[in-house]
């Protein structure tokens, strides 16, 4: 079974530039999340969707991030303009229900020079 | 909402030693925690989690131990290999909600 598919991984871009993150989730998996992971830290949730709606959106920066996943499959996070302090790793997970087990994929890591 | 402490950020102990990291959740709602590792480069992987209707779970060199009361959940990885070497997260989730992770532990484990 493949698992969840990020890209790219890495990404360099200068600050007030927009950028965007794919992820495809598991096969199945109705709920997927979009977390920010700085240096050092935990994931934090940034967006969290079952099926095509975003449930809890609370922690998402709504001025400048955006989010969408339109058929209920994959998802495409936007960051526009991005800011020197978006540099961070930028993970997204899925899960059969919000109830089970979640996988993360491996990454995005956003450098905002 | 929920906060998760977890102890200590880093960890160094011998190969075949043992482990153990420590968590403290707030929220006593909360009623799942899964620990993950997350090698570098890599996004965190499931290694083990727990209920809240469970005291204790097993999985060869890895158990979880948890204490409602107390409101604590504990990491145990024994004799411990090179390869156990990586950032460890716990966190904690109520009712299906957001999901609350610690800081992180990093393990060294010196051969």
């Known amino acids: 079974e493949a698992g969840v598919v990020q890209s790219p991984r890495y990404k360099i871009i200068e600050k007030k530039q927009p950028v965007a993150f794919w992820c495809n989730p598991i096969?199945?998996?109705?709920?997927l999340y979009w977390y920010l992971q700085n240096l050092g830290q935990g994931p934090e949730l940034l967006i969290r969707y079952e099926n095509e709606e975003a449930v809890d959106d609370s922690q998402l920066p709504k001025d400048r991030f955006s989010a969408e996943r339109l058929k209920g499959v994959d998802s495409t996070l936007k960051i526009q303009p991005a800011e020197l302090g978006d540099s961070a790793v930028y993970l997204c997970?899925?899960?059969?229900?919000?109830?089970?087990?979640?996988?993360f994929g491996p990454g995005t890591r956003l450098t905002v020079l | 909402g929920e906060n998760v402490e977890q102890h200590p950020s880093t960890l160094s102990v011998q190969e075949g030693d043992s482990a153990v990291i420590k968590c403290t959740y707030s929220d006593s709602a909360s009623n799942y925690f899964p620990w993950y590792k997350q090698e570098l480069g890599k996004g965190p992987q499931l290694i083990i989690d727990i209920r809240s209707n469970v005291g204790e779970k097993k999985d060869q060199r890895i158990a979880v131990t948890l204490n409602k009361t107390a409101k604590h959940f504990s990491l145990h990885i024994t004799e411990t290999q090179p390869e156990d070497s990586a950032v460890y997260f716990c966190?904690?989730?109520?009712?299906?909600?957001?999901?609350?992770f610690g800081s992180g532990t990093k393990l060294n484990v010196k051969p």
């Open positions: 966190a904690g989730q109520r009712n299906f909600n957001k999901f609350y």
């Open positions: 997970a899925s899960s059969p229900h919000s109830s089970d087990t979640q996988y």
């Open positions: 096969s199945g998996h109705n709920t």
